[in-house]
């Protein structure tokens, strides 16, 4: 079985499997467990993974992994389980507590030997640099970005996807659609000299970001409401699982943008899923951006199988927007931020933290002032 073998390969002798309750008793993961547990007697099960994991639910983990002496972690699970494991995986290595790494590049170098193996498709956390947790204290998303955080294996099974509800398929979908259109319409790297290289969480996009960033979002556009509708059907999930994956290599080099750091607070103050949140907030990012990535945008509406409109890229960009809201409409994303709880005396809040997070800001096509943002949230809401 792959996984023995590669903990093998990283000498890894006492692993500790990050999960959360369901993921630990699907019947796919029992046996992977079982056939684990028969190749390394001294590997044990964290099974308290929550989503949109809190800091805290790391700190358990990583006690947890102290007590075990842990030399190695699988993450199994959603982008949530997979954060948590590359948090622990940071800490059990490096000492100090999750906070001491948030920002990008604060983990000092390579972590505990990590494989990942994704259960939604999906966040692509499996390949990429980031590990998203909530601060409940500053009721926002906090991000730690280190090329360390990339797992040394990323087993994609589409299979272990087949068992996600209709509304974890679509969620987690619909941020891979996210993260693909950020990454292809995000500045192109050769205008971001203003940005010190060194200090570059994100590089912007580049010629290898309109290949797999519009695959991606092709094999979105083909396979999502499939999946949605019929979770058995193999080949939508071994497409979307595709399609996750090649959105996580894209957006980790790339950039996600103004989408995610609107959605980090609202995530934080609501506690609606990442993916929610992200694709009833596409659709008003796209508009607000798109005069200043035209081209790029008619891509997305091509790569969406929209046909092209009359000779103006501006009214196929149109038609990208337009095929966004029926795909989240059809997979049942709710359409307002007030459905999400979000209360509308709290936009100026929103605004304000989006607007401090300077590496979605620095990257995104269009630079927004922060009453953008509240004219962006106010129309959503
Ligand atoms: N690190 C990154 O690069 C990155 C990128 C995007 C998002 N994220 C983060 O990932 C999290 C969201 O992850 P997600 O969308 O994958 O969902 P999730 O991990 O939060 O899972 C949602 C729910 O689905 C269940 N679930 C997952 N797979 C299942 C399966 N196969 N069968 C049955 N139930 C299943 C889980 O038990 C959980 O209850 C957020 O915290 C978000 O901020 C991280
Ligand atoms: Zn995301």
Known sequence: ??????????????????????????????????????????????????????????????TFGRRIAADGVVAIGGGSNLDVGKITATVLRHGGSPRDYFGFD????????????????????????????????????????????????????????????????AHSGIDTLVHAIEAVTNRDF?????????????????PLTQLIGGEAIRLVGRFLVRAYRQPNDSEARDGMALAAMLAGMAFSNSGVALVHALEYPIGGLTHCSHGEGNGLLLPHVMRFNLPECTESMAQVASWL?????????????????AAVVELTQAVGIRARLSELGLKRERIPTVAHRAFQIKRLMDVNPRRPTELDLVNILEKAF
Not at 9 to 25: E, M
Not at 35 to 47: E, M
Not at 126 to 132: C, G, L, P, W
Not at 190 to 206: I, K, L, N
């Open 1 to 62: 079985m792959l996984l023995p073998d590669e903990l093998q390969r990283l000498n890894v002798a006492q692993p500790l499997v990050i999960a959360d309750r369901t993921i630990a008793n699907l019947p796919q993961v029992l046996e992977l467990l079982r056939a684990l547990k028969h190749a390394f007697p001294r590997a044990h099960v964290f099974d308290g993974c929550v989503p949109e994991p809190p800091i805290e639910t790391a700190l358990d983990a990583i």
């Open 106 to 169: 604060v983990v000092p170098g390579p972590i505990l030997p990590l494989i990942a193996m994704p259960t939604t498709a999906g966040t692509g956390s499996e390949v990429s640099h980031a590990a998203v947790l909530t601060d409940s204290i500053a009721e926002t998303k906090v991000s730690t970005l280190s090329r360390w955080l990339r797992p040394n294996v990323a087993i994609v099974d589409p299979a272990l996807t087949d068992s996600c509800p209709p509304t974890v398929t």
């Open 305 to 321: 199988g929209c046909k092209p409109i009359g000779l103006s890229s501006v009214a196929t960009a149109d038609a990208a927007i």
């Open 190 to 206: 050769s205008e971001m000299t203003e940005v010190d290289p060194q200090a570059r969480a994100y590089e912007g996009s580049y």
